[in-house]
């Protein structure tokens, strides 16, 4: 593949046009309901729509699709030289900006620094449709065929995705049955090689909740009396979790591992090793749950794990007196195997949390989101040898396969649309990248690294 083609570009155009999406504060609408009156979004939209028009890509047909009282679809289609059909996925929404970010970097400040560009949403998934159109733009410089290609790039995947099957229904005839999905919004173990999703765990978010009196009283007068809610907010997590160990206790939410993605995680761990646990900002003394590569590659991919995301009831600091509080609120967040479904799970995190409550307390588990994850169909041989030629033309090693431990609701939808379909879930994600939190960058070696594996597969898929 035309490398220097791709390079340029990307340094040309690409990244002054990511710079000017990383200075829109274009928050999914679960982070900012005002979305629509705000504007940002609909600032994004336009800024896409406007470079891919200006690129000239024979044939291209761009598209905003719009639905009432939902987020906008960018739709793309160019037409190919074989009777098949590609599906290219990205989206463009963003996290909210985080607290922590370093001196001289923010979430709307684009900064360029040691062949990175910092700034929310460049890596997440803000490229994804610079890439996908320039992979196309480099297939036609070379006259290298490709199928019919359709790119879609949604606006409210960090929402879970919620507009999206509502486009998918709209849009199913335009879009027909792709025999290739390829989805730029994952990650990647190390920038020294292309790296294939495998699968991606589910998510079940919630609120548990505790009340024990009406109003908070005298913590001097009240304790030893009264329980405090907190405790039994705390009883009531030793149900699901294991404190030493982090454990989730109930049967129900494990799987059994497939023995192919065993192998692949040993595999990765040993192209890894030490840089699993390194690519995370530990503070000064704290280690990782394990020392095996292997298990932290198992247990953030194939084992469920309880994070606690948020709390209510609770006074900040600065304004907490002696008081015996009447609630306690927990804001959690459960990642599931890929292969459990998000339905049951919550069913079951509901008994496991509220039934039979300590001394008689009022609880309750809201679930707000339930999200099944996704388990990747075999790479076919015509695919599995390109993605290896891809990695070593434009990367100089070997493809390497691994779980995410994170959640694209539109790959298990995908999955169950089109179950014939062939898979290539791939992404800039990497260590440090940090997407979600605070000093997000886009390693922009890898993006156009990452492009010209995307061409490399599509040309490949035409001639299969």
């Not at 960090?158 to 390829?182: H, K």
Request: with cysteine.
């Amino acid at each position: 593949m035309d490398r220097a083609f791709i390079d340029d570009l990307w340094a040309s155009s690409i990244v002054p046009a990511l710079e000017q999406y990383i200075q829109i504060p274009n928050q999914s609408p679960a982070f900012d309901p005002d979305w629509q009156a705000h504007g940002h979004m609909e600032r994004a939209v336009q800024l896409v729509a406007d470079w891919v028009c200006a690129q000239a890509v024979p044939g291209l047909q761009l598209e905003v699709v719009r639905l009432p009282g939902r987020t906008p679809l960018l739709w793309m289609e160019v037409p190919g030289e074989a009777d098949d059909t590609v599906l290219l996925y990205g989206h463009l929404d963003k996290q909210p900006p985080m607290h922590g970010w370093s001196e001289g970097l923010g979430p709307w400040t684009p900064v360029r620094r040691d062949g990175k560009l910092y700034g929310r949403g460049g890596a997440d998934d803000g490229y994804a449709a610079f890439a996908c159109v320039a992979a196309l733009q480099a297939l036609a410089r070379r006259r290298d065929a490709h199928a019919r290609c359709v790119v879609l790039i949604e606006a409210c995947e960090e929402s879970g995705s919620t507009d999206l099957p509502a486009y998918i229904e709209t849009l199913a005839d335009r879009i027909g049955t792709p025999s290739l999905v390829i989805c730029l919004d994952s990650g990647c173990g190390n920038y020294d090689q292309l790296w294939i999703t495998t699968s991606l765990r589910g998510l079940v978010g919630g609120t548990l909740s505790v009340a024990v009196l009406d109003e908070g009283v005298h913590s001097g007068a009240a304790s030893g009396v009264v329980p405090s809610s907190f405790r039994i907010a705390r009883q009531l997590l030793s149900r699901l979790e294991d404190a030493r160990s982090g454990a989730i206790l109930p049967a129900a939410l494990h799987v059994d591992i497939p023995a192919e993605r065993r192998a692949q995680s040993e595999t990765a761990a040993r192209v890894l090793g030490g840089a699993i646990a390194d690519s995370f900002p530990f503070t000064r003394g704290a280690r990782p749950v394990s020392d095996d590569p292997a298990e932290q590659l198992l247990n953030r991919t194939w084992r469920p794990q309880l994070a606690v995301i948020g709390a209510g009831g609770l006074p900040p600091l600065t304004s907490a007196g002696n008081v015996l509080r009447p609630q306690t609120a927990l804001k959690l967040s459960v990642r599931l195997p890929p292969t459990l479904d998000a339905r049951g799970a919550t069913a079951v995190l509901r008994d496991v949390l509220t039934s039979d409550p300590p001394y008689g307390a009022q609880v309750a588990f809201e679930a707000d989101q339930g999200t099944s994850g996704w388990n990747a169909p075999p790479l076919a041989p015509w695919l599995a040898e390109s993605v290896a030629r891809a990695s070593r033309d434009a990367f100089g090693r070997d493809v390497c396969f691994q779980g995410e431990g994170g959640t694209i609701p539109f790959m298990a939808m995908l999955g169950e649309r089109f179950p014939h379909a062939q898979f290539v879930i791939t992404g800039v994600l990497g260590p440090r990248s940090n997407a979600h939190g605070p000093n997000e960058f886009l390693h922009l070696e890898t993006g156009a690294r990452l492009t010209a594996c995307v061409a490399q597969v599509l040309a490949d898929h035409c001639r299969r």
